[in-house]
């Protein structure tokens, strides 16, 4: 089992910045890919951004540019820079691990925090 916890949520303007963090615990696959989501009122969650645990990055057209995600494998922490926020990037963020054991994938999600951009 592996536990997500994520912070650094909250209420910005629109041009404004925001880091979020999401830690994880328990057990540890060698393979495996680290991402946020977002869901808005009304809408399907969404890919925003992932990472592999070899650096590699993936992002949604609607954010290049503007956010960056990293990760720190030592402390198994993931964070996304978010800069330039729009109002429509309201949403609940998700932490999501995938993880591969051979051909299976185990995929575990965090509690969410809200990002409200508005003035």
């Known amino acids: 089992q592996v536990q997500l916890v994520e912070s650094g949520g909250g209420l910005v303007q629109p041009g404004g910045s925001l880091r979020l963090s999401c830690a994880a615990s328990g057990i540890t696959f060698s393979r495996n890919e680290m991402g946020w989501y977002r869901q808005a009122p009304g809408k399907q969650r969404e890919l925003v951004a992932v990472?592999?645990?070899?650096?590699?990055?993936n992002y949604a057209d609607s954010v290049k540019g503007r956010f960056t995600i990293s990760r720190d494998n030592a402390k198994r922490t993931v964070y996304l820079q978010m800069n330039s926020l729009k109002p429509g990037d309201t949403a609940v963020y998700y932490c999501?691990?995938?993880?591969?054991?051979?051909?299976?994938?185990?995929?575990?999600w965090g509690q969410g925090t809200q990002v409200t951009v508005s003035s």
């Open positions: 999501n691990q995938r993880n591969w054991l051979g051909s299976t994938i185990y995929t575990y």
């Open positions: 990472i592999t645990n070899g650096g590699t990055t």
